[in-house]
């Protein structure tokens, strides 16, 4: 008997032993793609349609081949290279290659924002909730949870592609083409998938992960922007970005995979460093440890806006330094716009004969617009932290004292706006320098600067959508729906032959593109007001509902 008991003793040992560091993947995959059976069609769906869309609005507006070469000669200007790509096939622009060089990289960077917070959500944001810890509990291996979020990255990458593919295809293109571009946008989302992967494991908080993912993928889209805007094909700076290494496929044109193969390489090699430093930390904890605080708490962190500015300004510092670097590249292609038109007289008639000094002036001018719409970006995920400080418990924990909802609401918004305005202020003096650094003169800076501001009720208005989004709890996709919207619209509204009724209602077309259009004092005021306005109703909202719901 005592034989046997003990042999009964050791079976719960030998089965754990037996256990290895996946066990229960393909659980948690399941239980992955239940959590998002909603989130991962959405976006494959979203692609999809726009490329349906791009489809059927670029004949209208670009009937024959006469009006596809006018694009083209858009495309040729380094300012142009800088936002789509390395401009390829310019001298016979067609639909395909339109796709290539105009769109490649938009929805490249779409799917790699999709998988970088996909990958962030099922893994440090499990922990950081404290979920992961009852998964853990049972019998499931200690890869298990990061093994079963990079199968998820591959499954959402997937789809999005197949979606992508049946879009391009329905379009009439050729298939080995549409493939490459299919391929080009998954290998980007697998690549920084896997860079989010590694992020996870070094900071404790799912915020600063996501953040430092997608601080690198502002990077490398600076990258591939400055490259490709240096020379015609691309520079040695475009082959360090992911973004450039799909794009260099050169689909429709002369179309090669072998681009593509870096870009796997890399996802691979990030993939084995998350698994490698995944064991080399306690569940919970990063890599990177967080730094001691004060024995004494300052007095500035009594207020919900000193608590809020605490918690925000490390964003707000790299969101700062992020598009300062981008702005004064922007603005340092200056030069390079002005040598474009004066060795390309053609280009003057593409932008109705206007004088060399009015095209830079609104060229630079919607730059800024860009920026402006980067801004509002901010604002939105400034405000959408409250949803976590109220699901997480830390927001009752300061409402029991004598802070009311909308002061704790209103906290927020203030240190949002101040943010918001520093960042425009920033944007606009970092295009204005490097312009100035271009083509000279000190009057760039404080022109640029002063109009980065006229953009700021915009950037409240969508502040104020955010925090009626909290205030009723009614969900923040409808938020990002019309922010994505009014970004699309404003970057490509004109090339989908929009109505004029849109473009108009369009947010970001309500204000003038300062300085090159004069700014009138109407239409500002009454986008203040009605942020506002929009801001009274979600604090009435946030004080009628119940804060458990």
Request: aromatic share 8%.
């Amino acid at each position: 008997m005592t034989t046997t008991r003990r042999r009964r003793e050791a079976t719960p040992d030998a089965a754990a032993s037996a256990a290895t560091t996946v066990t229960g993947t393909l659980r948690l995959l399941r239980f992955g793609l239940r959590r998002d059976r909603v989130r991962l069609p959405v976006w494959a769906l979203s692609v999809g349609g726009l490329i349906a869309y791009f489809g059927a609005a670029i004949p209208a507006v670009y009937p024959d081949a006469a009006a596809m070469q006018t694009r083209a000669a858009i495309m040729k200007d380094p300012s142009g290279a800088f936002m789509t790509g390395p401009g390829y096939g310019l001298d016979d622009y067609t639909f395909g290659v339109m796709i290539a060089n105009e769109m490649l990289g938009m929805i490249a960077v779409a799917v790699a924002l999709m998988s970088l917070f996909l990958v962030v959500r099922h893994t440090r944001a499990e922990e950081e909730t404290g979920r992961a810890d009852l998964l853990r509990a049972g019998v499931v291996g200690r890869d298990a949870p990061l093994a079963a979020a990079l199968l998820l990255l591959v499954v959402a990458n997937l789809a999005v592609a197949g979606v992508l593919l049946a879009a391009l295809l329905a379009n009439g293109l050729a298939a080995a083409d549409s493939a490459a571009i299919a391929a080009g946008a998954a290998t980007v989302g697998l690549v920084f998938g896997a860079l989010a992967a590694v992020t996870a494991q070094l900071s404790a908080h799912a915020r600063t992960a996501s953040g430092m993912a997608g601080g690198i993928l502002g990077l490398a889209y600076v990258l591939r922007g400055v490259g490709d805007a240096a020379q015609p094909g691309g520079s040695t700076l475009s082959w360090l970005s992911p973004i450039g290494w799909a794009q260099q496929t050169r689909a429709f044109v002369d179309l090669r995979w072998w681009p593509l193969l870096l870009g796997l390489g890399t996802a691979v090699l990030l993939v084995g460093g998350a698994l490698l430093l995944v064991g080399r930390r306690d569940v919970g904890a990063g890599l990177v440890p967080a730094r001691g605080g004060r024995a004494d708490a300052r007095r500035a962190l009594l207020s919900p806006a000193g608590l809020a500015w605490r918690t925000e300004r490390s964003g707000i510092a790299w969101w700062a330094v992020g598009l300062f670097v981008f702005a004064v590249l922007t603005g340092s292609m200056a030069q390079g716009i002005v040598d474009s038109f004066a060795s390309q007289p053609q280009l003057a008639e593409v932008f109705g004969g206007a004088a060399l000094d009015d095209v830079l002036s609104s060229t630079l001018s919607a730059f800024l617009a860009f920026f402006a719409m980067a801004v509002a970006v901010y604002a939105v995920v400034s405000v959408n932290r409250l949803n976590r400080e109220e699901d997480d418990g830390r927001a009752g924990v300061v409402l029991a004292t004598a802070v009311s909802r909308p002061a704790w609401l209103g906290g927020t918004l203030l240190v949002t706006a101040v943010g918001s305005t520093l960042l425009l202020l920033v944007c606009g003096f970092g295009l204005g320098a490097g312009v100035a650094s271009s083509v000279g003169g000190g009057g760039h800076v404080g022109a640029f600067t002063a109009a980065a501001l006229v953009y700021l009720p915009v950037v409240l208005g969508f502040q104020a959508v955010a925090a009626l989004a909290h205030g009723a709890r009614a969900g923040t996709w409808w938020v990002w729906l019309l922010l994505v919207t009014s970004i699309l619209v404003g970057l490509y509204g004109p090339l989908f032959n929009l109505p004029d009724a849109v473009l108009d209602a369009a947010p970001f077309a309500l204000v003038p593109h300062a300085p090159y259009e004069a700014v009138t004092v109407l239409p500002l005021a009454l986008l203040t007001l009605t942020a506002g306005a929009l801001t009274a109703t979600a604090a009435v909202a946030l004080r009628r509902r119940d804060m458990t719901a």
